[in-house]
């Protein structure tokens, strides 16, 4: 075969010599390289004419053509067999992963008017359709004077008589986990009293009672809510609402996406989206609104439970993998009061899991940190406990030697001379802050009122009440409950403090509006990583204290403790 040079048709001519020392280049074909193959393998001595091999050779060339193109189609076929096989196993997991019937509605923050706060009387109303409704301010009619230094039954020291016996969050009796039914964990409104061998149920859910419309407003009056707090609840909703994102999620630091204006500074650093949905949806819960309500923000709620439902991994974790515990812990509160407001099975699967998830990762010394299996610090340990009481309170199964390793471990963080004082760490010293995370973990374990360790960390508190200065909305939070939880003069001075500030502080112009400032009038300790969406829920949350959960200890007209104890 001679070789041959390529050469443009516009260029006629003998091809150009080859620079000195190179030999012109063969150019091959595929057919004259298969040629020159099949010549050479027919070469070898038991490929020659006549012989078996040669035989078999030429029945091989010539049935090649076919055998190629079979080859190729169940190549084919494999292939295909395996995509639609792998999509069916996708399908399968997906299908296995918590399902939620509520349809996704997405409401544009266009939909949602500015809430107008303004000056609202201060005696006791009610949060419901109608008020959440009314973005026009009322008509101020009367004020309650919270610089009396008297104590007074409408500032919220007493029990309505109206309101039934039986604790919201019942408190846990170590002395009867063993064999055999565990507690009898005390319900929620009306008694509503129920057993269970897990660890005591929480009177099928009753624990969320006290925030049906009618109840709400006999708690608010009774311990301490006003017209203007309850009106400060329903701005705060508002702010929520039109900050939330379009997939149904909210964010830590990028809520100011949704603005009109720049009034809502002070984004968060932290990129925890299930941690913030959580704490954009339990103002909601705890005001008694769900995606089965017929409330203004329905579509709201049902759009941030669905988020959360779809991004829980089929372990039971919430958290999407950022701030694991801090994250999970504050959406297994959210899906478990859901729950217990609604009885959405949907949701009820993925609050167990959860629940399931939080006993996994206790370490062996009963506490939770970061991860799980870390050991633990009284933060993390506040909201998985608070979580797992949640969960108990809707009717779910928990563990009771769960609940008992927190105890141990809440008490390897105490000090003091009651061991009513607590620190983050095991031989840390301790704070009013994780003092009242302590406390109201204790409270949440069992301790009675009248125990030496309740009335040492409470008197610490008393000593710290809420002031600009000292400005700390996680501290105020967990305070206000364990306040609330001992309805007497002391509740009455923190909480009279409590309101007060929030009210007073509370955005009242522009898109901010109904919103809390982290960094104004004073830095909040939280304004960096939680910025505003955090401090706004806390703050909220801390207002709706008087009736998201019925206090643990509640006096009657006699001074005498509900669970037998004395003043």
């Known amino acids: 075969m001679t070789s041959a040079i390529i050469r443009p048709p516009q260029m006629p001519g003998p091809p150009p010599p080859a620079p000195p020392g190179d030999t012109p280049r063969r ?37 090649a053509p076919w055998w190629g193109t079979s080859l190729v189609a169940h190549l084919a076929l494999i292939l295909i067999m395996g995509l639609v096989l792998g999509t069916v196993q996708v399908a399968r997991t997906l299908n296995n992963a918590p399902s939620f019937e509520t349809k996704v509605e997405e409401p544009p923050p266009s939909q949602i008017d500015p809430f107008q706060v303004g000056e609202a009387p201060l005696d006791p109303t009610v949060l419901d359709t109608e008020s959440l409704l009314m973005n026009e301010p009322p008509a101020v009619e009367e004020q309650i004077n919270d610089d009396s230094p008297v104590f007074e039954e409408a500032g919220g020291g007493t029990q309505s008589a109206s309101v039934m016996p039986g604790g919201g969050l019942g408190g846990f009796d170590f002395d009867a986990v063993g064999d055999g039914p565990a507690v009898r964990g005390l319900g929620g409104v009306g008694g509503g009293e129920g057993t ?25 009056g009774s311990f301490g809510g006003t017209r203007q707090t309850e009106r400060a609840v329903a701005a705060a909703l508002n702010w929520i609402a039109r900050h939330q994102n379009r ?13 009109k204006d720049r009034t809502c500074t002070g984004p968060g650093s932290a990129h925890a989206e299930a941690a913030a949905t959580a704490m954009g949806l339990l103002p909601f819960l705890a005001a008694g609104q769900t995606h089965k309500s017929k409330g203004p923000y329905r579509a709201t709620i049902s759009s941030g439970l669905y988020w959360l439902v779809q991004h829980q991994a089929m372990d039971g974790n919430l958290s999407g993998g950022a701030h694991t515990m801090y994250s999970h812990g504050l959406a297994t509160i959210t899906l478990c009061e859901a729950y217990g407001l609604t009885r959405d099975e949907h949701i009820g699967e993925a609050a167990q899991r959860a629940v399931r998830f939080i006993e996994r990762a206790q370490h062996s010394r009963g506490g939770w940190r970061y991860s799980p299996g870390d050991e633990g610090d009284t933060s993390v340990v506040g909201w998985q406990v608070m ?7 809707a009717g779910l199964s928990v563990q009771p030697a769960t609940f008992g390793g927190a105890k141990e471990f809440l008490k390897s963080c105490s000090s003091g001379n009651y061991g009513g004082l607590f620190g983050y760490v095991p031989g840390s010293g301790p704070t009013p802050t994780l003092t009242a995370v302590g406390l109201l973990c204790n409270q949440y374990l069992g301790a009675k009122r009248d125990d030496k360790l309740m009335i040492e960390g409470v ?17 105020w939070y967990y305070a206000t409950q364990v306040m609330h939880n001992l309805p007497g003069p002391q509740w009455d001075t923190w909480n009279r403090q409590m309101r007060r500030l929030l009210i007073e502080n509370q955005a009242k112009e522009g898109c901010a509006q109904g919103s809390w400032d982290p960094s104004r009038p004073m830095r909040d300790p939280w304004d960096d990583v939680g910025g505003r969406l955090m401090t706004t829920s806390l703050s909220c949350l801390t207002l709706e204290v008087y009736y998201r959960y019925l206090p643990l200890y509640k006096l009657d007209k006699e001074g005498e403790d509900a669970k037998g104890g004395k003043e």
Do not use: I
């Open 196 to 220: 269970s061998d897990t660890g005591g149920s929480g009177g099928a859910g009753n624990g969320f009672g006290g925030r049906g419309s009618g109840m709400r407003k006999a708690l608010a």
């Open 459 to 475: 008197d610490l508190l008393m000593h710290n009440l809420p002031t600009l200065q000292t400005r700390n909305g996680y501290y």
């Open 247 to 259: 997939d149904g999620s909210w964010s830590l630091g990028q809520f100011s996406r949704q603005c």
């Open 387 to 393: 979580a797992l009481k949640s969960a108990q309170m």
């Open 27 to 63: 150019v091959e074909t595929p057919e004259s390289t298969l040629d020159r193959l099949v010549a050479a393998v027919e070469r070898l001595p038991f490929l020659r004419p006549g012989t078996p091999g040669r035989r078999v050779w030429d029945y091989f060339l010539d049935n």
